[in-house]
């Protein structure tokens, strides 16, 4: 019997511990939120102690988009408490709930929406308490700070109330009534709690664990997915000073050292010992339309409406993305250690939870034979090679039991093993009415999978090296209305007759994954570069042909806002520079965004430089904005960077960008001179994420701009100095 | 192995390590410092950014063996969480860090703009901070953070 099941019969028994807060009855139509759903538990959200340490759980991680800080102020809100009073504990499969993976923008929706409601009922359950030990009702008492007051003055503080299981209670679908007294948390810029130490040189990293008698590993990888490895004398390297141990598991080679530069230096040896046959197996076309409409495909409409219209102009185009990086400054580390049977792996993995799955299985062990705890590591953006690294984390802690396996990959392991953003083709057909309106609207889009994340262990790289490999799992496009490849394929706008056709294509000439927005990226800068040819052939105002099709108030407040702050009425072209305007609202569900960007475009060069960005978001109700905004900012630039500069190359045989020298990212010189991020407040309204709602509206803005500036349509990413040359 | 005596932050270390050890291991593993990250190996990011004699070094490209005498300052020597530098406060100010790997290595390149520069212009900045690579996006940011502290500091030489 488990310890849960153990205080359920507990709490069965004991029936004036069932919960009876003293609220409206609940409709039966109200659902917990999901999270919740999953781990109805409130003391697995908030723990108190008798000492009034009030400890919280989430199974979100931090990865450097501020959710820890935003959770807490969620919390301290509901408990009316600051937050400063506030522990929370982050993904750990020992400690906290199971939310699946840190993804999507969902934190603040999943457990965001998760702790205010458990808070809530904490909250409802001490009041009773206090109220039974002060002798009063509830209704009267007032609470600050952690402690309830009655009227007669009589107290009762938070670790009074809960000596033991108290809040061990299911969590009821009926929201808590708002707490009395004004907020003092949500809607505050609370400075971020995990910046000093990454400002002052803090152990903030899982890059930072120094574990007593912790070891290093560097892995040898292939020159090439197909690549098999004919031989190799590890005589030479294990006669290094310092090297313990040559790990050899069919194509899986790696050294263990007694430090950190000696396993460096052992894994180069290593691998000038090591003879691979490198085949040509990766097919070679002229450009990524031909390679990405070579694969095989499975159509699925995802939109049928009306009927095709013949009457009007008829526009067609497509729009291409390559393969590119998450390309984590930090390449990707983890920390492992076997003892007695029983797997500990530091990692900074989007999902500890389905991370520990794929490794049981890896490893031919028990879950619970596997603790995986996140720990902070470089940006991801996406699935990055977080969980790569921690299978040859967990892998090389099996090979050297007792002490802690540190592996960190080196910048070509990056660069040339992480899972890539998808490279897509879009093609579009649009019928413009003598109206002026969209009167017929045709998409399909052509992608590899947008998600290879574990679950299994055919889905870790070292898995699918082994002498007997495990086979990664057929990947699965995710359903609409979120969707993968086909996120934000249908237009949000009002379109009477339209067809929108996901052709998911199961196998990726190289490995695709997850990477922030997923197919929102090409499909918004498809959807929102046609938007603009058309509203040019309609001799409308890109701003006014886009509100001319949008029926969401929320929707039409962003975009109007946004060509508000710009200044977009009012702008003065100067030579060499242009305007563009995008919209997006993210999975169609979740935030709204909309962008106006300028450009400076110097022909003779090439060199696209985007000089001021105006931006509105609507994402519900702002925890903290300025969250949102460092969120936001962030993904502009970010998407600036994919938009203007990067693409992943290769020759048949292997990847060629393994360094920031071959895949070059935005420096600061090419940084806009301004970027403004105007926040819709909608207090009361759901959380709606803001991770990823701007790299699919920034990358067409641009695009948009570059063509007012120079009237050359880029319609094939990235737009880089070469693209543009050629074009001119 | 050999024994190096250096001088890090105004203290003297006596590491016992191979000559041609990147500083940076030496600082991270041998004296525990966090602030110098590895990212690249290539001097191609500047996530392991140090000072050393005054300029801005990437520490994953010099061997111990040839420090010498030279001092070496890193992050941890401009202030802590407890009492952050001028520099360290203005990057919690603009709170200019998303995951915040590459910060470090941007404060010490500013450090050192600041140092020999102490009113440097935007583009100063911006040119400047251009060997330092920040993937989160947050360079509006930084370059408002490195603003603010050449702010604070003139403002504290003229009193």
């Keep these: 019997?488990?310890?849960?099941?153990?205080?359920?019969?507990?709490?069965?028994?004991?029936?004036?511990?069932?919960?009876?807060?003293?609220?409206?009855?609940?409709?039966?139509?109200?659902?917990?939120?999901?999270?919740?759903?999953?781990?109805?538990?409130?003391?697995?959200?908030?723990?108190?102690?008798?000492?009034?340490?009030?400890?919280?759980?989430?199974?979100?991680?931090?990865?450097?988009?501020?959710?820890?800080?935003a959770l807490l102020q969620v919390v301290a809100d509901e408990l009316r408490i600051a937050p400063g009073r506030l522990t929370l504990v982050t993904?750990?499969?020992?400690?906290?709930?199971?939310?699946?993976?840190?993804?999507?923008?969902?934190?603040?929706?999943?457990?965001?929406?998760?702790?205010?409601?458990?808070?809530?009922?904490?909250?409802?359950?001490?009041?009773?308490?206090?109220?039974?030990?002060?002798?009063?009702?509830?209704?009267?008492?007032?609470?600050?700070?952690?402690?309830?007051?009655?009227?007669?003055?009589?107290?009762?503080?938070f670790g009074q109330l809960v000596t033991g299981q108290e809040l061990h209670l299911r969590a009821t679908p009926q929201p808590a009534p708002p707490a009395p007294g004004l907020t003092t948390a949500i809607g505050q810029s609370l400075p971020r709690i995990d910046i000093p130490a990454k400002v002052t040189g803090g152990a903030a990293y899982v890059q930072d664990l120094r574990l007593p008698n912790m070891v290093h590993a560097r892995v040898v990888r292939p020159p090439s997915q197909a690549a098999t490895l004919s031989a190799v004398d590890t005589v030479a390297?294990?006669?290094?000073?310092?090297?313990?141990?040559?790990v050899r598991d069919g194509r899986f080679l790696a050294v263990i050292a007694d430090g950190e530069y000696r396993a460096v230096k052992a894994a180069a040896l290593l691998a000038r010992a090591a003879r691979w046959e490198t085949p040509a197996a990766l097919p070679v076309h002229p450009d990524v339309k031909a390679l990405v409409m070579a694969q095989p495909a499975e159509p699925a409409n995802i939109l049928e409406r009306g009927a095709r219209v013949q009457e009007g102009t008829h526009f067609k185009a497509t729009y291409t993305r390559p393969f590119q990086l998450h390309a984590s400054i930090g390449p990707s580390c983890a920390v492992a250690q076997l003892v007695e049977n029983r797997y500990t792996v530091w990692t900074h993995s989007q999902g500890v939870f389905p991370l520990?799955?794929?490794?049981?299985?890896?490893?031919?062990?028990?879950?619970?034979?596997?603790?995986?705890?996140?720990?902070?590591?470089?940006?991801?953006?996406?699935?990055?090679?977080?969980?790569?690294?921690?299978?040859?984390?967990?892998?090389?802690?099996?090979?050297?039991?007792?002490?802690?396996?540190?592996?960190q990959w080196m910048r070509e392991d990056e660069h040339g093993w992480e899972p890539f953003g998808a490279a897509m083709v879009a093609q579009v057909a649009a019928t413009l009415g003598p109206d002026g309106r969209i009167a017929d609207w045709q998409y399909d889009v052509f992608t590899p999978p947008h998600n290879t994340r574990p679950g299994k262990a055919g889905n870790l790289l070292a898995a699918t090296h082994l002498a007997r490999p495990f086979t990664p799992p057929r990947p699965k496009p995710s359903p609409q209305p979120e969707g993968s490849g086909d996120r934000n394929a249908i237009p949000y706008y009002r379109l009477p007759n339209a067809r929108v056709t996901h052709h998911f294509q199961p196998k990726a000439v190289l490995r695709t994954s997850a990477m922030r927005g997923l197919g929102a990226y090409c499909n918004v800068f498809a959807i929102?570069?046609?938007?603009?040819?058309?509203?040019?052939?309609?001799?409308?105002?890109?701003?006014?042909?886009?509100?001319?099709?949008?029926?969401?108030?929320?929707?039409?407040?962003?975009?109007?806002?946004?060509?508000?702050?710009?200044?977009?009425?009012?702008?003065?072209r100067q030579p060499r520079r242009g305007r563009g305007f995008a919209f997006a609202r993210y999975k169609n569900l979740a935030s709204y965004c909309a962008l106006a960007v300028e450009v400076e475009v110097a022909r003779e060069t090439g060199l696209v430089r985007v000089t001021r960005v105006s931006s509105a978001v609507d994402c519900g109700e702002i925890v903290n904005p300025d969250g949102v905004r460092n969120q936001i900012e962030g993904g502009i630039v970010?998407?600036?960077?994919?938009?203007?500069?990067?693409?992943?190359?290769?020759?048949?045989?292997?990847?060629?960008?393994?360094?920031?020298?071959?895949?070059?990212?935005?420096?600061?010189?090419?940084?806009?001179?301004?970027?403004?991020?105007?926040?819709?407040?909608?207090?009361?309204?759901?959380?709606?994420?803001?991770?990823?709602?701007?790299?699919?509206?920034?990358?067409?803005?641009?695009?948009?701009?570059?063509?007012?500036?120079?009237?050359?349509r880029m319609r094939d990413l990235p737009l880089d100095r070469a693209r543009m040359r050629k074009a001119s | 192995m050999t024994t190096?005596?250096?001088?890090?932050?105004?203290?003297?270390?006596?590491?016992?390590?191979?000559?041609?050890?990147?500083?940076?291991?030496?600082?991270?593993?041998?004296?525990?410092?966090?602030?110098?990250?590895?990212?690249?190996?290539?001097?191609?990011?500047?996530?392991?950014?140090?000072?050393?004699?005054?300029?801005?070094?990437?520490?994953?490209?010099?061997?111990?063996?040839?420090?010498?005498?030279?001092?070496?300052?890193?992050?941890?020597?401009?202030?802590?969480?407890?009492?952050?530098?001028?520099l360290q406060q203005a990057f919690i100010d603009e709170q200019a860090a998303q995951c915040g790997y590459c910060i470090a290595g941007m404060i010490m390149q500013a450090s050192a703009l600041l140092e020999k520069t102490p009113a440097p212009t935007d583009a100063q900045i911006r040119a400047h901070m251009s060997p330092n690579l920040c993937r989160c996006g947050t360079h509006m940011r930084i370059l408002r953070a490195v603003r603010r502290a050449a702010d604070v500091l003139v403002k504290g030489e003229k009193r």
Excluded at chain 1, 389 to 402: I, K, M, N, T, Y
Aim: with cysteine; proline share 5%.
């Design chain 1, 356 to 407: 520990r799955g794929a490794l049981a299985e890896l490893l031919g062990v028990q879950e619970d034979a596997i603790r995986c705890i996140h720990v902070e590591g470089s940006g991801c953006y996406g699935h990055n090679a977080a969980d790569d690294v921690a299978a040859d984390a967990a892998l090389l802690a099996r090979a050297f039991p007792g002490r802690p396996v540190r592996v």
């Design chain 1, 237 to 246: 390297v294990m006669r290094l000073p310092g090297v313990l141990k040559v």
């Design chain 1, 528 to 572: 929102e570069s046609f938007m603009d040819e058309l509203a040019r052939a309609a001799k409308a105002d890109p701003v006014a042909f886009r509100l001319r099709h949008l029926d969401d108030p929320r929707a039409i407040e962003v975009v109007k806002l946004a060509a508000a702050k710009f200044g977009w009425p009012e702008y003065k």
């Design chain 1, 91 to 157: 993904a750990d499969t020992a400690r906290t709930p199971d939310e699946g993976m840190t993804a999507g923008s969902n934190s603040m929706k999943d457990s965001g929406a998760a702790l205010r409601h458990a808070a809530g009922q904490v909250r409802m359950r001490l009041g009773e308490l206090a109220a039974a030990r002060l002798g009063a009702p509830a209704a009267g008492l007032a609470l600050k700070d952690g402690v309830f007051v009655a009227p007669d003055g009589g107290r009762a503080s």
């Design chain 1, 638 to 712: 970010q998407s600036a960077s994919w938009t203007l500069l990067e693409q992943v190359r290769f020759d048949a045989a292997r990847v060629l960008t393994v360094d920031w020298g071959s895949y070059p990212i935005l420096r600061f010189g090419q940084v806009p001179d301004k970027v403004d991020v105007h926040l819709i407040d909608r207090p009361g309204q759901p959380f709606l994420g803001t991770g990823e709602a701007a790299q699919g509206p920034a990358a067409a803005a641009i695009a948009n701009a570059v063509f007012d500036a120079c009237a050359l």
């Design chain 2, 4 to 86: 190096y005596r250096l001088q890090v932050n105004g203290k003297r270390h006596a590491v016992d390590t191979d000559p041609d050890t990147p500083l940076l291991y030496v600082l991270r593993n041998d004296l525990a410092l966090n602030g110098a990250k590895f990212g690249c190996g290539l001097g191609q990011c500047g996530s392991c950014t140090v000072i050393m004699d005054g300029k801005p070094v990437m520490s994953c490209l010099v061997p111990v063996s040839s420090i010498g005498t030279r001092a070496v300052r890193t992050v941890e020597g401009l202030g802590g969480s407890d009492k952050p530098g001028v």
């Design chain 1, 1 to 69: 019997m488990s310890a849960d099941q153990g205080r359920r019969r507990f709490l069965a028994a004991g029936g004036a511990l069932t919960l009876s807060f003293a609220m409206p009855a609940w409709s039966a139509q109200d659902a917990l939120p999901k999270s919740l759903d999953k781990t109805p538990w409130l003391d697995a959200w908030i723990r108190i102690d008798a000492d009034e340490r009030i400890t919280v759980f989430t199974g979100k991680a931090e990865l450097g988009q501020g959710i820890k800080t």
